[in-house]
């Protein structure tokens, strides 16, 4: 007899706990994230990809690469890596950044030197970081 009367015992408290105040209405909204309009469209290559560059040949490949954005005071303010068409995009918020490749610990393809870009309110600015394979 008691087995039968705890499962209703229990819906009862539950019905009881969810009356009154403090229910879901009065709950603390959570603020929604912050969506951002700005940063960085990065494309990475690298080249020469030929021994022998003929006229109308790029000699130029996208590869998959890992880059670091960093803030004037040398802090990190993104982390990412290209997609394996050498593509990323990056939202930061509008400010002054340095845009630099990893070489993920090879010899090459050598990271390209470090860009300053100044990404604007609403609006991506577009970084071309080109990393060098050694062909000569």
Not at 7 to 25: D, F, I, M, S
Not at 48 to 77: H, K
Not at 108 to 134: C, E, I, N, W
């Amino acid at each position: 007899m008691l087995r039968a009367a705890a499962p209703l015992a229990l819906a009862g408290l539950l019905a009881v706990a969810g009356c009154g105040k403090g229910g879901p209405a009065s709950a603390t909204p959570t603020p929604a994230p912050t969506v951002l309009l700005s940063g960085v469209d990065v494309l990475t290559i690298s080249g020469p990809t030929c021994p022998v560059q003929r006229q109308g040949d790029t000699c130029t490949a996208p590869i998959a690469a890992a880059v670091v954005v960093t803030r004037s005071d040398g802090s990190v303010a993104a982390r990412a890596t290209t997609s394996s068409n050498g593509r990323g995009h990056i939202p930061l918020p509008p400010g002054s950044y340095t845009v630099s490749g990893e070489s993920g610990g090879h010899a090459f393809p050598r990271p390209p030197a470090p860009q300053p870009v100044t990404v604007p309110p609403d609006q991506f600015v577009a970084v071309q970081l080109s990393f060098d394979t050694g062909i000569r």
